[in-house]
T-cell receptor, first 112, second 112 residues
Framework: GQQLNQSPQSMFIQEGEDVSMNCTSS?????WLWYKQDPGEGPVLLIA?????ELTSNGRLTAQFGITRKDSFLNISASIPSDVGIYFC????????????FGAGTQVVVTP | DAGVIQSPRHEVTEMGQEVTLRCKPI?????LFWYRQTMMRGLELLIY????????DSGMPEDRFSAKMPNASFSTLKIQPSEPRDSAVYFC??????????FGPGTRLTVL
């Protein structure tokens, strides 16, 4: 099950608004991944982060690796209807040997 | 390049039957992961392999579950006998050296 605290659980926003979500933990991570999952599909990798403080963009998506190495943030700017889906964070600690921890997901609903 | 390939995409079976799920990882990836996703428990790691060797199977729920990776391009997850509580979406993911994981489209299993 999930060991990362991901919030919010769901967001209902209007088209054009910005979206922010985050994942936190008491553990220290060396890798953060952000995924998006559409209904009936597998999670699709959006952004990967490898250094504390790193800020990486992918189109309208921007993710940051927290400087404490215990959290990460994902922002979506100027949301559009196709941004609808569930967004997951995944974190890897130094001693986890490839075993990522996953957040419970943030359900994003965009209304026109 | 082809992504992670899973088959079948959907499986409906009766309780007590054997179920075999198949996965072909991305060529060149040396780590393979099997996950189960349900509404109640989210994404759960069942087992993962590195260089075809099982590294951690602590997430396999019971002896009814088994997984094999006979070569670098193929893995199976078998449930025998299946039970209704095994109904879920099963994902396979692959990565190179425990980095970014790429998920397949999943197999939706329904056990009646």
């Amino acid at each position: 099950g999930q060991q990362l605290n991901q919030s919010p659980q769901s967001m209902f926003i209007q088209e054009g608004e910005d979206v922010s979500m985050n994942c936190t933990s008491s553990s220290i991570f060396n890798t953060w991944l952000w995924y998006k999952q559409d209904p009936g599909e597998g999670p699709v990798l959006l952004i990967a982060l490898y250094k504390a403080g790193e800020l990486t963009s992918n189109g309208r998506l921007t993710a940051q690796f927290g400087i404490t190495r215990k959290d990460s943030f994902l922002n979506i700017s100027a949301s559009i209807p196709s941004d609808v889906g569930i967004y997951f964070c995944a974190g890897l600690t130094t001693d986890s040997w490839g075993k990522f921890q996953f957040g419970a997901g943030t359900q994003v609903v965009v209304t026109p | 390049d082809a992504g992670v390939i899973q088959s079948p995409r959907h499986e409906v079976t009766e309780m007590g039957q054997e179920v075999t799920l198949r996965c072909k990882p991305i060529s060149g990836h040396n780590s393979l992961f099997w996950y189960r996703q349900t509404m109640m428990r989210g994404l759960e790691l069942l087992i993962y392999f590195n260089n075809n060797v099982p590294i951690d199977d602590s997430g396999m729920p019971e002896d009814r579950f088994s997984a094999k990776m006979p070569n670098a391009s193929f893995s199976t997850l078998k449930i025998q006998p299946s039970e209704p509580r095994d109904s879920a979406v099963y994902f396979c993911a692959s990565s190179r050296d425990y980095n970014e994981q790429f998920f397949g489209p999943g197999t939706r299993l329904t056990v009646l």
